[in-house]
């Protein structure tokens, strides 16, 4: 009588192995799929908020294709299943890697050195999150930038005034301390811009904004929208400032929705009256992936351009040693084709939980007055 042998058990070892290849595999399909949910549902708040993070489903993706193949090295059950799911995991991956690099490179413009005795005009938007502007930190920053212009966003300004006269300092600082001369603060004391070159013209607009279930004393829906002309001495510069509100609730996705359409009818007007050496900045709480924040750049002609090539986090969470983890590329710029790019690079940690961004421009000098 013949007796069937049992089967072998396998080891603790093997069984580990193929724990992480099953996980690694399906956890590479669950971030791929939430990463691919921008590209295919971004009128979704949920799915265009998955922009913010991409670059953690890729980093997640990998590793999981990493552990999939992993667990290749030990026999499975279901073999053909496995090979299956993994097979599915990669092409998740690749898809989302591919269309994430694509988005990347679209609407970007090279980095460019102006011609010979040309000087650029260097331009520092930061985010304060209320951090006070006579902090010496952050005058320290600016003294070593020397920046002709400065944006500045959440600057609470009226609470700025009171933090000046406590300290028996001049308001604004105007002219000092690495703030350029002319100074130009919004209706609503959201936003600041400081600039070396004089104010032609101001205007600005307040867009009213849902009020969430639940919103705190502090949460204001209301957000300002500023468009300056500066005069160079080269050609005047349309300086766009933006800061709409942050998506963290649908509510508060579609203010930001209706902000970045109000960032359209400005920029219209703009190109109808001149259509050279535009630039909006700001932080845009939109990721470059976000479909909107692309779909601003491509109807409008506008080119960006990133820190060595590609966004990096500029508003971390919790502590700034953990921004390539927790954190997301949110500041960002924009200029209408005839600009041109010299570089970009971002500030250090200076106590705000936004890095500065720094732009170098050149301009044409064919616009007129």
């Known amino acids: 009588m ?10 603790l070892f093997a069984s580990l ?15 791929s799929a939430m990463g691919l949910s921008t590209f295919f549902a971004p009128d979704f708040w949920l799915a265009d908020n998955m922009s913010f993070f991409l670059r953690q489903f890729l980093a997640a993706g990998i590793a999981g294709c990493l552990g999939g193949a992993l667990g290749f090295v030990v026999h499975h059950r279901l073999q053909l299943i496995y090979r299956l799911i993994w097979a599915i995991a990669v092409i998740a991956f690749l898809t989302l890697a591919g269309l994430t690099g694509a988005r990347t490179l679209a609407n970007t413009k090279p980095l460019g050195p102006l011609a010979a005795g040309d000087k650029p005009i260097k331009i520092v938007s930061i985010n304060l999150e209320h951090l006070f502007l006579g902090d010496k930190v952050l005058q320290a920053f600016l003294e070593q930038e020397k920046p002709d ?36 603060v919004g209706d609503l004391g959201g936003l600041a811009v400081y600039s070396r070159f004089p104010i032609l013209k101001s205007e600005e607009q307040v867009i009213r904004g849902e009020l969430p279930a639940g919103a705190n004393v502090y949460y204001d829906a209301d957000r300002e929208l500023m468009s300056l002309t500066l005069d160079t001495g080269k050609a005047p510069l349309h300086l766009v400032v933006i800061h709409p509100d942050s998506p963290r609730t649908e509510s508060r996705w579609l203010n930001k929705r209706s902000y970045f359409d109000e960032v359209d009818t400005v920029l219209d007007t703009l190109k109808a009256e001149n259509g050279d050496n535009i630039l909006a900045i700001g932080d845009w709480n939109s990721a470059p992936w976000s479909a909107r ?17 590609w966004p990096q986090t500029t508003r971390f969470f919790f502590d700034f040693r953990l921004h390539w983890i927790l954190g997301a590329p949110v500041d960002q710029f924009a200029v209408s084709k005839d600009m041109q790019v010299v570089d970009v690079s971002l500030g250090p940690d200076i106590g705000s939980d936004h890095l500065p961004l720094i732009v170098e421009l050149g301009q044409t000098t064919s616009a007129e007055n």
């Not at 192995?17 to 971030?31: D, P, T």
């Not at 212009?149 to 690495?178: C, M, P, T, Y």
Request: aromatic share 14%; hydrophobic share 40%; proline share 5%.
């Open 149 to 184: 212009i400065v944006v500045l966003q959440e600057v609470l300004w009226w609470l700025q005034e009171r933090r000046w006269e406590r300290f028996g300092l001049e308001v604004g600082s105007a002219g000092k301390n690495g703030f350029p001369e002319y100074l130009k």
């Open 17 to 31: 192995l193929s724990l992480i290849g099953w996980c690694g595999s399906f956890g590479a399909i669950g971030v």
């Open 293 to 309: 924040f692309q779909e601003t750049l491509e109807r409008n002609g506008l080119k960006t351009a990133y820190p060595d090539g």
């Open 2 to 11: 013949l007796f069937r042998t049992k089967p072998k058990p396998r080891s």
